[in-house]
């Protein structure tokens, strides 16, 4: 019985504690009762706490969309994280796309031009596809992991404790307010004395403002406790840009060495696909090293190219004889804008006037050419010959 009774009061006065904040902030909100406002340091710190939760989720969130586009992937992920179980391993796009190839070149023969290309992009393709599985776990460990605690852990702890300190907030303006009532009533009381009766309401008043001005005391002491409990955890938001700056800096590290990855892989595919084209055929693109063409971009055709309807940029078979079969060295005038891919190459401006010659062994889709004291490898189909 006496532990019901234990009970029954507790939730009485927490339901007068709750009613009480109630009271208060209605009237708070409603301009009829005074507000105790936070210091200015401590509010910076809460508005800048509530701006790294905000810019953190947002951060978060999109970082997610980046490394997994899929949204019903994203799905399965988080519902296996929360029932703490680890996902299926899932083939990824790159990886599917380079098995598509690889079959398809099988069917079509490996001893075939383009069978033997799609293999060679389908093996390069998923050695993309495994880059971009080490990005997506390296990623999630290092940058999405740290900011994910931040939110669930940290973040949370701060809002409970901003939350009991507008608790406490409410509790100490409420007991100012039920102080200042009893001042005043404590003061028409003592106006009318005349009385037996008004001297007992002035000594009841009286009473009533001692308890007003203990319960005061003892909500501001609580309210500057829980005031210095808040500040310090928002002090720790600092160390929390810290920490999220280093994982940030894992973040583009990661992303640095998928790229390079990814960049090399797609190099040294290119090379392997500039000995399977015939000579005369060459992709239409001003960034290979092996079968360079002008950018499609182009709209002047020089005499020593044709274009055809599929993109394919064919060679003028007389002017490139001419060109291989030269001996000593000749002028010729560059056709279009070539940026050399390494130092064993030249750069080309299109209509400027150069020295071109062969040399024994060079790959046939190349010649040596020579500007003033500079010399390297220029692309033969980017080059018209004078006479």
Request: glycine residues 6%; aromatic residues 6%; contains cysteine.
């Amino acid at each position: 019985m006496n532990i019901m009774d234990f009970n029954v009061k507790k939730l009485a006065a927490d339901a007068g504690t709750f009613l009480s904040r109630a009271v208060q902030f209605t009237e708070e909100k409603l301009g009829q009762a005074e507000k105790t406002e936070l210091d200015a340091h401590l509010e910076n710190l809460l508005s800048k706490a509530e701006c790294t939760k905000i810019w953190t989720e947002k951060i978060m969130k999109q970082t997610e969309v980046l490394l997994q586009p899929n949204p019903n992937a994203r799905i399965e992920e988080f519902v296996y994280e929360k029932l703490d179980r680890k996902a299926p391993s899932r083939i990824n796009n790159p990886e599917l796309l380079g098995q598509y190839m690889i079959d398809a070149g099988t069917e079509f023969g490996p001893g075939t031009a383009y069978g033997n290309a799609l293999i060679k992009c389908g093996e390069t393709q998923k050695r993309i596809g495994t880059a971009d599985r080490e990005l997506i776990q390296t990623s999630a460990l290092n940058f999405l992991t740290p900011l994910r605690n931040f939110i669930e852990g940290d973040y949370k702890t701060i809002s409970k404790e901003r939350k009991l300190l507008q608790n406490k907030r409410l509790d100490l303006d409420a007991a100012k307010t039920r102080l200042k009532k009893a001042k005043a009533a404590e003061t028409r009381a003592s106006q009318l004395n005349s009385a037996r009766l008004e001297g007992d309401n002035i000594m009841i008043w009286a009473e009533e403002v001692t308890k007003s001005e203990q319960e005061l005391r003892i909500t501001q002491s609580e309210f500057d406790r829980q005031a210095e409990i808040t500040r310090l955890l928002l002090e720790g938001i600092s160390s929390t840009h810290a920490h999220h700056l280093r994982c940030l800096n894992d973040f583009v590290e990661a992303q640095m060495t998928y790229y390079a990855q990814c960049y090399q892989y797609m190099l040294d595919l290119q090379k392997q696909l500039g000995r399977c084209f015939p000579s005369n055929y060459h992709c239409n693109n001003n960034q290979t090293s092996v079968a360079p063409m002008p950018s499609a971009s182009s709209n002047v055709i020089g005499s020593s190219a044709l274009t055809s309807t599929s993109g394919l940029v064919i060679a003028s078979p007389s002017n490139l004889v001419d060109l291989k079969e030269c001996s000593g060295s000749r002028k010729a005038r560059v056709l279009y804008d070539y940026d050399a891919a390494n130092s064993s190459e030249l750069s080309l401006l299109a209509d400027e006037v150069i020295t071109v010659f062969s040399v024994v062994g060079m790959d046939s889709d190349w010649l040596m050419g020579e500007r003033g004291n500079q010399k390297g490898r220029v692309p033969i189909t980017y080059l018209e010959l004078l006479n």
